[in-house]
């Protein structure tokens, strides 16, 4: 039976191509890898080898012939080897848009029993508690990064961790961010449950390869075969005089990626009750802290397991007349600004989004419901930001609440400068937030 | 001149003394004393990952595979040679996106692998990776990395784990030519050795980064002395001959499983076909192409062995004909499975709901 050889497609895009030379007759005896055709894509000549045994039967396209389309039989070959598959069209299951699946509501953060002891506590320990908790708890939690052992972490976040756990847990690396991210996605993928700490998020543009390429898309790709149970955690945001380089926020970039969770807290409860979640979590997740708040104290009940739910905003304060979203150390600022509306007599409500991805929504759209105002205040600049995100889903699927336009309170559109009164004018404080507000509330 | 010609090629005598181990071992004992049935074994997977991979080239053309398709034909020696050394299911491999033979090597069904390269339903991604990003986790088998040299740190931190768990198992990390010159494998290759991982580094040096030649793209084109600066002994393999392979592979593994650290091993292979399908090969001639295919082919090597110990060409026959018959019923079953579901477009983005 002779086998039909078809124009072959030889790169991605290639419909059609010239038949350059056959190097091959009628009557030839051919064996997988020969070369039987020189064929002239767009881009290149290419080599067209043969695939099955037999004798050259019949060249059906004259060669030099030019815009000869993919699929077309341009020889036979007759022999003893097995008949070419038929080159059916792929059936193609049927193509009826799918809805993307509504996120199911989320659960509320869980009540806090009555008579619940509340102590104060750093942010900065409320994280080290979270790590330590989660270290005695499971043992294949691990942390692996620069001067987190012996130096007892470059902010002390990891205080205290290596005497607890030893140096087999508490891993201090070498300079090598690139490295040290593989090798903890790499590890989480053998079955580890590793936290990797940057020294500062500005840092890991240097590992950004294997957040998103390798941790965010592999159980995707795989098919959800290959789990990435990584937590990448460290300062974030701009810190104080130390320049353009050591100073942006990155929560927009993560957030742009689908395959990663990304949590940016405010104060200590959360940070503590979301670093446990992203801990346990099956699935990569960036979370994202900030070094002026570290030191900052709050309330923070004492309870054996605070676990939070991510993708919940926190509603830091009711009010009814406008809505300041936030997060991070965006907040602290939200909820200054409330302080001096109410002031003035407007009743501002502030919504902590505490995770960026998946972003709660359902909380925004319903204060806007509610206040028909919205702000958005972000510590980073303002292109392409979360406070963008906001405005577009108020106007996607709020447009009828709003009694405004939305406005978005970020720092200026430039690398942060270092001279102290040029640094402050760059970024955002509660007075921009006020005046923000106010305009809204055409006040 | 001159001169200086002769203190290179002094220098380049004197290896570096944490090589010379190994490398002599390798050198005095170069090939592994296989018996008959697995010398026939190591035929019948190196003629797969052929056919399986003439057949993928084949598809290509069909546009039944689209994207980037890279071919291993050429190189079978070394991935069928060093899976042969390792414990399957308990010893962990992370490639790059030249990986299709890797995974046959390691007994996947080929049936998985191209109805994911034609992305159906079936493929062993559910058609979501592609040629370039298929795993097996139940196999050890990581991946199927599309990121030139990523699959070296990720090994690392594979290995990481399995010393973390005390396991007893090691990875294979292997990268090409190309990947060597990236900087994340030096900072793996930092951290393996500081913290005496369980890895062996494979350099499958196949000569050309896509289209350039490692000589336009190398300073040290020796990649084996790499590992140096970081104390990690190299071996210089002849990746044409799955016995030399598995000989050197064999001594890797007990180095490593020894708990001496990493080895870095640098297989001396070449592929007959382009970069991916799209390659011209331009940057190469035919002569140079035919001159390995007629006088190294790995697998005409394996078939004299055979032949010269007595096994038949009719043995031999049959097995290609098994083969052909298993790469064709791979084909057609590649072709006939079904795309995926359109609700598969949203799944497995995350593990968990939020």
Redesign the interface.
Same mark, same amino acid.
């Given at each position: 039976m002779a086998i039909e050889l078809?124009m072959? !497609?030889?790169?991605?895009t290639?419909e059609e191509g010239k038949l350059a030379k056959w190097l091959v007759k009628v009557g030839d005896e051919v064996k &997988?890898?020969d070369?039987l055709a020189e064929i002239e894509?767009d881009?290149?000549?290419? $080599?067209?080898?043969a695939?099955d045994e037999g004798t050259v039967g019949a060249l059906l396209v004259a060669e030099g012939t030019e815009g000869v389309k993919?699929?077309t039989v341009i020889a036979l070959i007759g022999g003893e080897? $097995?008949a070419? !598959?038929p080159?059916?069209a *792929? #059936?193609?299951?049927? !193509? !009826? #848009?799918?809805a *993307?699946?509504v996120? &199911?509501v989320?659960p509320a953060d869980p009540v806090i029993p009555h008579g619940t002891n509340m102590k104060t506590s750093t942010v900065r320990d409320a994280l080290r508690d979270a790590m330590a908790e989660e270290m005695r708890r499971d043992p294949r939690v691990?942390v692996m990064g620069e001067e987190v052992a012996e130096y007892q972490g470059a902010y002390k976040v990891t205080q205290g961790l290596l005497a607890e756990f030893g140096p087999?847990r508490v891993i201090d690396?070498?300079i090598?961010e690139?490295?040290?991210?593989?090798? /903890?996605? /790499?590890? *989480?993928?053998?079955?580890?449950r +590793?936290v990797i700490e940057f020294m500062t998020f500005n840092f890991a543009m240097q590992a950004i =390869?294997?957040i998103i390429?390798?941790a965010a898309k592999?159980?995707?790709?795989?098919?959800?075969?290959?789990?990435c149970p990584v937590v990448f955690r460290g300062p974030n945001g701009a810190a104080s005089r130390v320049g353009a380089q050591h100073s942006q926020n990155y929560g927009p970039w993560y957030a742009n990626v +689908?395959?990663l969770?990304v949590i940016a807290p405010y104060d200590a409860s959360d940070a503590k009750g979301l670093l446990k979640a992203a801990i346990r &979590?099956? =699935?990569p997740v960036v979370f994202l802290e900030n070094e002026l708040v570290y030191g900052r104290t709050f309330e923070l009940p004492e309870l054996d397991d605070h676990v939070l +739910?991510?993708?919940k905003a926190r509603i830091m304060r009711e009010g009814k007349d406008v809505t300041i979203v936030s997060y991070s150390i965006g907040v602290g600022m939200a909820l200054e600004a409330a302080e001096t509306l109410a002031a003035e007599g407007i009743d501002a409500e502030v919504i902590d989004l505490r995770?960026l991805r +998946?972003l709660d929504k359902e909380t925004v759209l319903a204060s806007l419901a509610k206040t028909n105002r919205i702000v958005v205040a972000e510590e980073g600049w303002p292109t392409c930001s979360i406070a963008s995100e906001i405005a577009a889903i108020a106007m996607e699927d709020g447009f009828d609440h709003l009694d405004a336009p939305v406005i978005r309170v970020c720092n200026e559109d430039v690398p942060l400068p270092y001279a102290a009164n040029l640094e402050k004018a760059a970024l955002i404080d509660a007075s921009r937030i006020v005046a923000a507000a106010k305009k809204v509330c055409y006040r | 001149m001159a001169r200086t010609g002769k203190t290179q090629n002094a220098a380049e005598a004197a290896a570096p003394t944490a090589d010379n181990a190994l490398q002599a071992a390798y050198e005095a004992n170069r090939r592994y004393e296989a018996t008959n049935e697995e010398l026939l074994h190591f035929y019948e997977q190196m003629v797969l990952i052929r056919r399986f991979e003439e057949r993928a080239g084949q598809l290509y053309g069909l546009g039944l595979i689209g994207g980037f398709c890279h071919l291993y034909i050429g190189q079978e020696a070394v991935a069928v040679g060093i899976q042969s050394a390792l414990q399957e299911g308990h010893d962990s491999v992370i490639t790059g996106y030249r990986d299709h033979g890797h995974m046959l090597a390691y007994g996947i069904d080929p049936k998985v692998i191209m109805a994911e390269l034609t992305g159906r339903e079936a493929g062993i991604s559910r058609g979501k990776g592609g040629s370039m990003h298929m795993f097996s986790t139940s196999h050890k088998f990581y991946g199927g990395h599309g990121i030139v040299g990523a699959q070296v740190s990720l090994g690392a931190g594979l290995a990481f784990a399995h010393k973390y768990n005390e396991d007893g198992g090691l990875c294979v990390a292997y990268f090409g030519d190309g990947a060597a010159n990236q900087g994340q494998v030096y900072e793996s290759f930092n951290m393996a050795a500081l913290w005496n991982l369980p890895i062996i580094f494979v350099v499958e040096n196949n000569q050309y980064a896509m289209g350039t030649a490692v000589k336009r793209s190398s300073a040290e084109t020796h990649f084996h002395r790499r590992g140096a600066a970081f104390r990690i002994p190299g071996m210089d393999v002849n990746g044409m001959d799955v016995l030399e392979v598995r000989a050197a592979a064999n001594l890797a593994v007990e180095h490593v499983r020894a708990g001496n650290g990493p080895v870095l091993m640098e297989l001396n292979t070449y592929r007959y076909r382009g970069h991916s399908m799209s390659d011209p090969a331009k940057y190469r001639s035919r002569d140079e192409v035919n001159e390995v295919r007629d006088n190294r082919d790995p697998i005409e090597h394996a078939k004299a062995d055979l032949l010269a110990r007595g096994v038949s060409e009719e043995t031999l026959k049959d097995i290609e004909k098994r083969i052909r018959a298993i790469c064709t019923e791979a084909a057609d079953f590649a072709e006939n499975s079904p795309e995926p579901a359109m609700g598969e477009l949203y799944t497995d983005v995350l593990v968990e709901s939020y």
């Open positions: 078809k072959p !497609a030889l790169s991605p290639m &997988s890898g070369i894509t881009k290149a000549t290419m $080599e067209f080898e695939v993919v699929g080897g $097995e070419s !598959a080159a059916a *792929a #059936p193609v299951a049927a !193509a !009826a #848009p799918v *993307a699946p996120a &199911s989320r691990f087999k690396t070498p090598t690139y490295g040290f991210a593989g090798i /903890g996605t /790499g590890a *989480a993928m053998g079955g580890l +590793p =390869d294997h390429n390798s592999t159980n995707y790709m795989s098919g959800g075969q290959m789990r +689908p395959g969770i &979590s099956e =699935d +739910p991510i993708g995770t +998946p | -």
